[in-house]
């Protein structure tokens, strides 16, 4: 879901909410709106702070922080612009410009599945990308050969990662992750459901590769329970639905205090992209270095209309990096055609 925000000065401001957008729509148009109304973007943590506590008694999680996080991003853009900054300036600086996306994709296919994989994951290697995103969760047996396919069509010097969308208890995760050890897997997300922290630190203790999850954890106080728990080795906030880039930066720190690097969860239009992309520019190395580990973007790779189409100018890359918007606030421009033409 996209929405706007308008001020009295002519800027209007751009943002996205992850997850289903109708929910989303309603929350905003009869709860928040009428918050938003009046006040001034540059208080834009007040805002947060004030729709949060509206909300508390029958919000804390799911769509009505996405909702919120919609409405910090689209804040955010106006203060960008009203500042002719980039967001990423106005949020701590520039560590980086540029990002080394990771390909999300290799989902399910019907038939000839072993040729379609390897064909896809072919085709990610051969357009620059170093890390790919493998979806597991059908069970260990199968969930097996996915991965020996994909090592098979693009060697060692390919970074894999598997998601298996919180698909199994943390018994089986356990079985399957000894397993997977052997390939060299660069992490396995969520590998149980997000409720079940005690799961996580199970998996976590006794697989030995690193354990990502986050993108279905919300808020501050969310993290504070994943993180305080050190439940998982990579801490994968969503900006567009854990609380916004207000939120997210609060959530990074968490995650910077307690060690564990912040590698967040990105999808949806151009829209959630630019957000991510000046949160990640404005990421502190977790930890720190002299030789420090640059954090990866989600760079979702799946045919999507949408996404590919949504602003003026696509989401640039060069060389195999994602470069950061350099443009005042978020630094993308709506395609108001196509958002008419799939405007529901
Ligand atoms: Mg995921």
Redesign the pocket.
């Known amino acids: 879901m996209l929405l706007e925000i308008h001020t009295d000065t002519g800027i209007i401001g751009i943002g996205e909410c992850n997850g289903p957008p109708q929910p989303s729509k309603t929350i905003i148009e009869s709860f928040f709106k009428p918050l938003v109304i009046g006040e001034d973007p540059l208080n834009v943590e007040k805002i947060w702070e004030k729709l949060y506590h509206h909300s508390r008694d029958y919000g804390q999680r799911g769509m009505p922080i996405a909702a919120i996080s919609g409405i910090d991003i689209a804040l955010w853009d106006i203060i960008g612009k009203a500042l002719n900054q980039p967001i990423y300036k106005l949020i701590g600086g520039g560590f980086r410009d540029k990002i080394r996306p990771y390909a999300t994709g290799l989902y399910y296919y019907k038939g000839n599945e072993k040729e379609k994989l390897q064909e896809e994951a072919k085709r990610y290697v051969r357009e620059g990308f170093k890390y790919l995103k493998l979806k597991i969760g059908k069970g260990i047996q199968e969930d097996i050969e996915r991965v020996k396919w994909i090592k098979e069509a693009v060697g060692d010097k390919i970074f894999v990662m598997v998601?298996a969308?919180h698909a199994y208890t943390a018994s089986t995760a356990i079985r399957l992750g000894r397993i997977l050890e052997e390939y060299d897997i660069y992490w396995f997300?969520?590998p149980v459901i997000p409720e079940d922290i005690e799961g996580y630190k199970e998996v976590k203790a006794a697989v030995n590769i690193p354990i990502a999850g986050g993108?279905t954890v919300f808020t501050r106080f969310g993290f504070k329970d994943l993180i305080s728990n050190r439940a998982v080795d990579i801490a994968?906030p969503c900006i567009s639905a854990a609380g916004g880039i207000t939120e997210c930066k609060k959530i990074a720190t968490i995650c910077n205090t307690w060690n564990i690097p912040c590698i967040p969860?990105i999808w949806g239009t151009n829209i959630a992209l630019a957000a991510a992309l000046h949160f990640l520019a404005a990421l502190p190395h977790t930890p720190p270095s002299i030789y420090p580990i640059e954090p990866l973007m989600e760079f979702d790779r799946t045919i999507h209309p949408i996404r590919e189409q949504s602003t003026k100018k696509p989401i640039k890359i060069d060389s195999g990096f994602v470069l950061v918007p350099q443009e005042p606030g978020l630094g993308v421009e709506l395609n108001r055609d196509i958002i008419s033409k799939y405007s529901v």
């Open positions: 998601d969308n997300e969520e993108e994968q969860h």
